[in-house]
């Protein structure tokens, strides 16, 4: 019998853009000098290639796209080894503030009108009763209905693999039937929230120590020197991160990670949460949804996505280039020119918010503004 990730990629079409011109041609009849709104034209381009065009002009007369912003959180076990300035305790606190609405996701949600579905993939503490939820479980239960916060418009999922990684210093970080439900879990959630209207996703993370990984994934399959992929994460000065980098070095000493396996790599270096956005990137092109990546956790994620299926590919959008070092690189290897560059680095969905918004805006001038002729416009005389 087929896994789930097997016949999710299976179903996965091969999305081309624009093909015929008929997009574009479409932006042209705009009463607008010929690409004057420059990528926001862009924007509205692969949105419509990937939904449709018959799909895209749904929104002529609608308030608004339904966005949503997954943010996945896991813990990992390499922080054992100083590789970050914050605590793992962070991570726990750090979703309670999601759940509370408090955190900077949540205001950058609110803001471009997208729901927010905070994920425990693999948080190193349970989450029993977090603002009055009652969503106690055993410890064999992997997953658990989605449950909401109207005061927020913030929904916690349990997907928990496991309380964190181990320390893949000392050997893999998961095994790999672990890293199998990581990424099934990621296509889990996403099925189960797509129920309630999903037209374009956003990725983000939270994980103290995730950049540790994330580079580490980054290194094995570009075959990039370790050192041009490895930035400072929450702040690491000089000695910190020399100790950083050699530390992910001997981690791929003890692991040997297969470069021909995304699956292996993930299991031996890899975290809950990162395989989790590498399945909620399956799951949203199998169901021709747009995926606007955030920062360099979330882009690793796609990059294990792309890795099983190609044609996840061309599903993608990069929303922002982070300040973390390996960001712009991973960018540039999968092909993507990022919308912003903030100097972001906080992860959450924080950068995938504000690219929804640009992205809306796009589909909003494709679909609403005037032509030529309805404006009573001249058109433009040829040379």
């Known amino acids: ?32 000098p010929r690409k004057s709104l420059g990528r926001l034209e862009e924007l509205a381009i692969i949105y419509a290639s990937i939904r449709g065009t018959a799909r895209t002009n749904k929104f002529v007369h609608a308030t608004q796209m339904h966005k949503v912003i997954f943010t996945m959180a896991g813990d990992h076990g390499i922080v054992e080894e100083g590789v970050s300035l914050f605590p793992r305790d962070v991570t726990r606190q750090m979703v309670l503030n999601f759940l509370d609405g408090g955190a900077a996701i949540n205001v950058l949600a609110r803001h471009v009108g997208a729901r927010v579905i905070v994920v425990d993939c693999g948080v190193a503490s349970d989450f029993d009763n977090p603002l009055g939820r009652n969503l106690s479980r055993s410890k064999n239960e992997i997953a658990s209905p989605l449950a909401r916060n109207d005061n927020t418009g913030a929904r916690f999922c349990i997907k928990k693999i496991g309380y964190g990684t181990k ?80 530390t ?37 092109a199998r169901h021709r949804i747009p995926v606007l990546l955030d920062g360099f956790i979330s882009t690793v994620g796609a990059l294990i996505a792309c890795r099983l299926s190609p044609k996840v590919n061309n599903y993608l959008i990069a929303s922002h280039k982070s300040v973390e070092k390996g960001h712009g690189f991973v960018l540039e290897y999968l092909g993507k020119k990022p919308l ?7 992860g959450e969905g924080t950068g995938a918010a504000l690219g929804i918004s640009l992205v809306e805006a796009g589909v909003n001038i494709l679909t609403r503004m005037a032509t030529f002729s309805d404006a009573k416009v001249s058109k433009p005389q040829p040379t």
Do not use: W
């Not at 896994?3 to 011109?21: A, P, S």
């Not at 003890?254 to 989790?276: M, R, T």
């Open 1 to 32: 019998m087929a896994t789930l990730l097997e016949k999710t990629i299976r179903n996965i079409e091969k999305i081309d853009i624009d093909t015929d011109g008929a997009i574009r041609a479409k932006l042209d009849e705009l009463a607008i």
């Open 340 to 346: 912003l560059d903030l100097n972001l680095r906080l």
């Open 248 to 284: 992910i070095k001997q981690v791929l000493k003890v692991n040997k990670p297969d470069v021909s396996d995304p699956v292996d790599v993930l299991a031996k270096v890899g975290g809950f949460e990162i395989g989790a956005i590498a399945g909620l990137c399956l799951a949203a």
């Open 167 to 246: 320390n893949m210093l000392k050997g893999p970080a998961m095994s790999r039937d672990e890293a199998m439900r990581a990424i099934e879990g990621g296509i889990e959630v996403f099925e189960e929230e797509l129920p309630d209207g999903i037209d374009i996703v956003g990725t983000g993370d939270m994980g103290i120590g995730n950049t540790t990984p994330s580079s580490a994934i980054l290194a094995v399959l570009t075959g990039t020197d370790i050192e041009e992929v490895t930035g400072r994460g929450t702040g690491l000065d000089d000695i910190a991160l020399k100790k950083k980098i050699a």
